[in-house]
């Protein structure tokens, strides 16, 4: 389950990828040191060794969207997120993601949003993580700023994501799940910063920063936006 197929993506997220082929594999643009706005991306969060993922489940508690968890796999399909502006401040593809910066996570195959509330999580009572809106467009509860050490989100540094809304931080801390996901690790927030809550980027596609003609780096293209 390594490969994306085009035709089953959301058109949104087609369109991100149409300077690139239909099908691809893991561990492109590896020459980038940092993570750009447009890229569709793996995140593994250090301390259990699990990747973000969500698919088309739906919580049997709580708000009754579609669930998040992290899984051990590697090669998931369901575990690729697309790095996105919000609505009120768009981030032009290819630009480095600042640390401090507002991002939204999307979900490649479903469209959904990385998503927070203050909706009980199922298996630890923390704050539940669902994906939630229709082709990457859903409301301000979809917002994470990422906080990490320098000027600019580096590929090998561990990050945090924190829920703007609510201030709590992404985190896992190791509850697993039964049917129909077994073996899926619970995904929530969390007030305080833990090793629970540090995540790594890890394989994906990368923008690069588009060029003018001058040579100089151009992130200021108005068709680069989405």
């Not at 630890?124 to 509860?141: K, M, Y």
């Not at 561990?158 to 697993?176: C, I, K, M, N, P």
Request: glycine share 10%.
């Amino acid at each position: 389950m390594g490969k994306l197929n085009c035709e089953s993506m959301p058109r949104f997220v087609q369109a991100i990828l149409l300077l690139f082929p239909c099908v691809f594999g893991l561990s492109r643009g590896t020459e980038l040191s940092f993570v750009t706005c447009g890229s569709v991306i793996k995140l593994l969060n250090l301390k259990h060794n699990v990747r973000l993922h969500s698919h088309d489940v739906r919580y049997g508690s709580g708000s009754g969207q579609q669930s998040v968890t992290g899984v051990s796999a590697v090669e998931d399909s369901n575990s690729y997120w697309s790095v996105r502006g919000t609505s009120d401040a768009l981030c032009h593809r290819g630009t480095p993601v600042k640390c401090g910066q507002t991002i939204r996570l999307t979900h490649v195959n479903t469209g959904r949003n990385l998503h927070s509330h203050y909706f009980a999580s199922p298996l630890s009572s923390n704050q539940e993580v669902s994906a939630f809106g229709e082709n990457g467009e859903g409301d301000h509860l979809d917002e994470w700023m990422v906080q990490c050490g320098g000027s600019v989100w580096k590929r090998e540094e561990a990050v945090r994501f924190r829920h703007r809304a609510t201030d709590a931080l992404l985190s896992v801390t190791g509850e697993q799940y039964g049917r129909p996901i077994h073996g899926q690790t619970e995904v929530h927030a969390m007030s305080s910063p833990s090793q629970h809550s540090l995540w790594k980027a890890m394989e994906g596609i990368f923008m690069k920063p588009s060029e003018s003609p001058g040579g100089s780096r151009d992130y200021s293209h108005p068709h680069t936006e989405f």
